[in-house]
Nanobody, 121 residues
């Protein structure tokens, strides 16, 4: 069964940057509608950024101007560039996408296990 694997999390000081990556655990045909969510002990899981299949992107108000979502359709990888990080950005970040294993197969809504981002001095 295919899952998504996030990487790039870690500890960073306020004002710093991190780049999260999201890739499938097995070879896939396509990854579409990539989205990043986050959840902390104090908050419910919230949508941070989303890139639709047509290339349009949406962001939570709290990250607009600081975070950028992107994807590489050649290697089926999603990214979240996070700049000017703040302590309130501390959370586990999860990747979500519609995964198709083959060109004729169905698309499955797929999640990763999450990567911890901690913003602290």
């Amino acid at each position: 069964q295919v899952s998504l694997v996030e990487s790039g999390g870690g500890l960073v000081q306020p004002g710093g940057s991190l780049r999260l990556s999201c890739a499938a655990s097995l070879r896939i045909f396509s990854m579409k509608n990539v989205a990043w969510y986050r959840q902390s002990p104090e908050t419910q899981r919230e949508l941070v950024a989303q890139m639709l299949d047509n290339g349009d992107s949406n962001y939570a108000d709290s990250v607009k101007g600081r975070f950028t979502i992107s994807r590489n359709n050649v290697n089926n990888t999603g990214y979240l560039q996070m700049n000017n990080l703040k302590p309130d950005d501390t959370a586990v970040y999860y990747c979500n996408a519609q995964i198709r294993r083959t060109s004729l197969g169905p698309a499955y809504d797929t999640w990763g296990q999450g990567t911890q981002v901690t913003v602290s001095s």
